[in-house]
């Protein structure tokens, strides 16, 4: 089938969620994919944040490959070796006591309030049932995260949201004060916002929160799902600010390609929940846990995180160079290897660009183009990249 059949099948049977890039990728290898035509990209999407080994890592696929001999799938009823030492492993990395299962980015942020809300209960805090969310922040398009996802496009089809959803503004703590009072059950935030534009909190933001959510006896959660594990160029966002959550939810890169979310807590928390209370039929299931085992031993080694922040920090300088050539390109915000460029023009364009030109790059809201790359991305493909995006601004500019 070529790729003109293939798309016209996806046009056909798929419900159409995504507005889709007009090529097939059909292999990916490193930091590059390809298409059905043989047509190789630069991958600086990373499969929104989930590749950050790249594809076709060798630890990933000889852990799924030994895993998948013994035991594929039993349900959360049993207890499995992969499951316990990815449990160890996560917990022993962070502040948390305890993890909590699922599959996916919003599935860890409903866990995430379903047990603040089941911690409130337990404190005796019957009135604590509001969260406060943030302006720019985006934790899922299930019903709990919808509602902390303040964004009308994502929201307005899908009213009456989880009620008690309170949205602050961005590293304003004046904000937060203004609207937590003895409902307040738990503040979510990003350490640093993806989707809402590739913004990171102030150091003294955070600090912040923690402090107001101590003085408030209310809970502070940290969504972690696309600026953890690594990304920013430590092994979780949060500790480049020395400021611990009560609660933290992790996905995308977790798994290798695997789908797999997680909810870490403190012991205080976990210590509400009891069997029954949430669960999920698929979660973390062994060879998802295999993988995730290499994943995350592979990217918590020192010289891989060092190795991250020289990247982003080589990447940074190349992208402020190409700042000096196009104007348009107002501000670039960003750590690690997470980087958003603010235009003053659609990104729509330049990614549209980057497709011909061999490149895969995304947006963060309409005005700003970012950049995900694999964190293995070496200088060599750094630099590639740079020209292709030099040459993709040039094209976009000249439309
Ligand atoms: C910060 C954050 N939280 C939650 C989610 C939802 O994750 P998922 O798409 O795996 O449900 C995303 C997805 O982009 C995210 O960036």
Redesign the pocket.
Known sequence: MDAEEIKALDEKYVVHTYARAPFVLERGEGVRLYDTTGKAYLDFVSG?AVNALGHGHPAVRQAIAEQMEKLMHVSNLYHTIPQARLAQMLVESCFADKVYFCN????S?EAAIKFARKWARTQGFAEKVEFIAFSGG????TMG?LALTPREHYQDPFRPLMPGAKIATFNDLASVEALMDEKTCAVIV?PLQ??GGVYPADPDFLKGLRALCDRNRSLLIF?E???GLGRTGTLWAHQFYGVTPDLM?V??PLGGGLPI?ATLMTQAVADCISPGDHGSTFAANPVICAAAQAVLKTISDPAFLEHVRWAGSYLSEGLSDLQAKYPGIREIRGRGLIWGLALDMPAAPVIQAGYELGILTLNAGPQVLRLLPPLVVQRAEIDEALEKLDGAFARATQR
Request: aromatic share 4%; hydrophobic share 30%; proline share 0%.
């Open positions: 929104i996916s980015g919003a599935e942020v985006f934790h899922g398009r995260a990003e993806g989707e969504d799902v696309q600026c939810t996905a995308k979310g």
